[in-house]
């Protein structure tokens, strides 16, 4: 049987998991529709999911349709949720895209209509909510085709527009022969000799429509179930089955984990190739480094999931017994690099634990949701008994609390959400500390070079000394702890966008006195090299100075060209810069850059100065110098190489040294 690995998404409430209802009970898996309002929905299973009506994991529910195994993904819509929609990219063979007939193209559908057209994803685009007062049709095809993509093919029409009676016929336009022609040259002269076979038409629809090159817009209404019908005609007909070599070399990749009720942990994963079984040992993780044996698999099947004793490719399985797995994992042979498709968080928060709740339990619990949203990065600092999680949004916030309230009955509160920065290098500095001399304690000779690089080249580490001039294993300790060390620059954050070079090195060979045994305090050990490596790092940095950036976002915000006069003040009091400005008709179209942590604030505000017309769309965009106010500082959680007495005291040069 065919499969097809098939994802909804959607901006906010766009009403995504209403439709996957409609589809399941459509299909025959329910037989009663569930309801966002209600909380009873069947792929929103957090309980915070349910109370707030917005979907925060992706959920899989499959279906059989006309021959074809259907897995069903439906993703969140908020942006804040931004990185449980890039896992699931990775894994769809297909997408609906689904818009509101009311509110129209809004800026979360952009965002991932980009995508989805940039990694040649085959889409259908669903315009929903027909049945609502103030649904539109022609607006919504010309917002599409101007904001989303120009080759987009209308594949029928409305009637009763608005009503609670509003329905949905199927029925090419004469549009789909534009569209088509445009791409397919053969197409286009089959036109201009005479009239172009319906069957034509329809099979250059479906090649172009697998392509991604251009996208079946269907229009319906979720809750009355107008137009679903044809919609999963379309999916049937036009999206195209997942692909693989069931023979071949098992691969795969994990875009999900959870706990199940014991705590063991269960690994999401599409296969791309090959067939994996139970008692299989395989490789995992980057290079394949990590290794263990399957001891359960489970596919999706009719509305649940069923174990089994093999998944081949193209399916979705659960595996069991992975236990060091993580998100965005390959399985046995990895594909391409796995590519993130959205920026990393760029802001993060102090979690406060409640009255009685005990440290060591909630930093079990944060380390597990870490490692169910690997893009939750945690910072422990023993020293003031904190935990750090970076985030996407405020939302996040409500969500990591309720997860820890319900999941571990921890109850905790956050401070207030502060920019993630970064320290780039302001010049060249160099350091170097020698085994034996004065003030160095270590049995090493480490000599380092800071040199600032290209900006998103990361960190790189280079030898300038003979590679055999030491063991090998010395010079990878200092690396390691060299890229350790950048995690906390001279002023606590993440120093990034530099070169190193090793410009010295140094070791006392193994010494042994007659008759006894190796002499640790006359030889060098790695200890030697992850001690005496952060000085000479931090000097060399501070010689060469930092520079604090923090993260900007790229935004755009359509309003009223009245409202203009109210919203620049605004925007320059939030420390935004406006770069264009554009007049449409009556709406004005700014565009510009504004600091990461003031885009909540705009997103509030910006409801009022522009009589709820205005609106938002706004992505990471670089990270630029901190120029205003006191340059902000984090709190160091190492043991603070910056001053050598308290690192020193600080710091075990070995067992017994």
Same mark, same amino acid.
């Given at each position: 049987? !065919?499969? =097809?690995? =098939?994802?909804? +998404? ?37 309980? +915070? ?12 529910? &499959? ?14 819509? !908020?942006?804040?949720?931004? @990185? ?8 769809? *063979? ?66 009763? +527009? ?17 569209? =088509? ?12 000799? /005479?009239?172009?076979?319906? @069957? ?24 009355? /179930?107008?137009?679903? *019908? ?38 999401? $994963? %599409? ?38 004793? @093999?998944?081949?490719? /193209? ?21 391409? $690099? ?14 406060? #634990? ?25 910072? !422990? ?8 999680? &970076? ?63 290209? @900006? ?5 580490f280079r030898l300038g000394v003979e590679l055999g001039s030491m063991p090998y294993a ?40 007659? !008759? ?24 060399? =940095? ?26 620049? #003040? ?11 400005? %554009?007049t449409r008709g009556d709406l004005c179209v700014l565009k510009g850059t504004v600091p ?62």
């Amino acid at each position: 049987m !065919h499969m =097809l690995n =098939l994802g909804i +998404l959607a901006h906010v409430d766009a009403g995504k998991t209403s439709l996957t209802e409609r589809v399941l009970h459509s299909v025959g898996v329910i037989d009663e529709i569930g309801s966002v309002d209600a909380g009873n929905t069947r792929t929103d299973t957090l309980a +915070l999911e349910r109370r707030r009506g917005i979907t925060i994991k992706s959920a899989v529910v &499959s279906f059989p349709l006309d021959g074809v195994t259907v897995n069903l993904l439906d993703t969140p819509g !908020h942006p804040d949720f931004i @990185a449980e929609v890039e896992r699931v990219l990775g894994v769809l *063979d297909g997408a609906v895209l689904v818009v509101s007939a009311v509110e129209g193209v809004q800026a979360q559908t952009r965002v991932l209509m980009r995508t989805l057209r940039r990694l040649r994803i085959p889409t259908l685009i669903f315009v929903n909510k027909i049945d609502r007062r103030g649904a539109q049709e022609a607006d919504v095809l010309r917002a599409i085709s101007a904001r989303l993509t120009p080759a987009c093919v209308p594949m029928g029409t409305t009637d009763g +527009l608005g009503t609670p009676g509003a329905r949905f016929a199927p029925a090419l336009s004469p549009a789909a022969l534009d569209v =088509l022609a445009d791409h397919d040259d053969a197409l286009l002269a089959a036109y201009v000799d /005479g009239e172009v076979p319906d @069957a034509r038409l329809r099979a250059a629809l479906v090649r172009w429509t697998r392509q991604a090159v251009v996208h079946p817009v269907y229009f319906g209404s979720a809750i009355t /179930g107008a137009g679903v *019908d044809a919609l999963l005609a379309g999916v049937g007909e036009l999206l195209p089955p997942a692909g693989g070599d069931p023979g071949g070399p098992v691969s795969g990749t994990v875009f999900k984990v959870e706990r199940g009720p014991a705590g063991e942990k269960i690994a999401y $994963a %599409r296969m791309f190739s090959g067939t994996l079984r139970t008692r299989d040992r395989v490789p995992f993780g980057p290079g394949g480094g990590a290794e263990g044996r399957v001891t359960g698999i489970s596919v999706f099947d009719r509305g649940t999931d069923t174990r089994v004793d @093999a998944v081949p490719a /193209g399916r979705i399985a659960r595996l069991w017994g992975l236990t060091d797995i993580r998100v965005g994992d390959a399985i046995g042979e990895p594909r391409a $690099a796995y590519q993130r498709f959205f920026a990393p968080p760029t802001l993060e928060t102090v979690v406060v #634990p409640g009255p009685g709740v005990d440290q060591g339990a909630l930093h079990l619990a944060l380390t597990r949701l870490a490692e169910q949203d690997p893009l939750i990065g945690l910072r !422990h600092d023993e020293v003031r008994r904190e935990t750090s999680v &970076s985030l996407y949004g405020e939302v996040q916030k409500e969500v990591v609390q309720a997860t820890l309230a319900e999941e571990s009955g921890l109850d905790v509160t956050f401070r207030e959400t502060t920019p993630l920065c970064i320290e780039r290098p302001a010049g060249s500095g160099a350091a170097v500390e020698y085994n034996g001399k004065d003030p160095n304690p270590f049995l090493a000779t480490v000599g380092l070079r800071v040199d600032p690089a290209p @900006a998103g080249s990361g960190v790189t580490f280079r030898l300038g000394v003979e590679l055999g001039s030491m063991p090998y294993a010395f010079f990878k300790t200092v690396e390691d702890t060299v890229r350790e060390t950048l995690e906390q620059g001279l002023h606590g954050w993440r120093v990034t966008d530099c070169a190193v070079t090793m410009t010295h090195c140094g070791y006392s060979p193994r010494q042994s006195h007659a !008759h006894q045994g190796f002499d640790k305090s006359m030889s060098s050990t790695g200890a030697d090299f992850r001690g005496v490596t952060p000085l000479v790092l931090i000097e060399a =940095l501070r010689r060469a100075g930092t520079v604090v950036h923090e993260p900007m976002h790229r935004f755009r915000v359509e309003a009223p060209a009245d409202t203009l006069g109210a919203l620049l #003040p605004v925007l320059a009091g939030l420390g935004a810069v406006p770069r264009t400005t %554009r007049t449409r008709g009556d709406l004005c179209v700014l565009k510009g850059t504004v600091p990461a942590a003031r885009v909540h604030a705009l997103g509030q505000r910006l409801p009022g100065l522009t009589r709820g017309e205005g609106e938002l769309e706004s992505a990471f965009g670089h990270y630029a110098p901190v120029t205003h106010g006191t340059v902000p500082r984090r709190p160091r959680t190492d043991h603070n190489p910056l001053n050598r007495k308290e690192y020193l005291l600080n710091v075990t040069r070995r067992a017994g040294g």
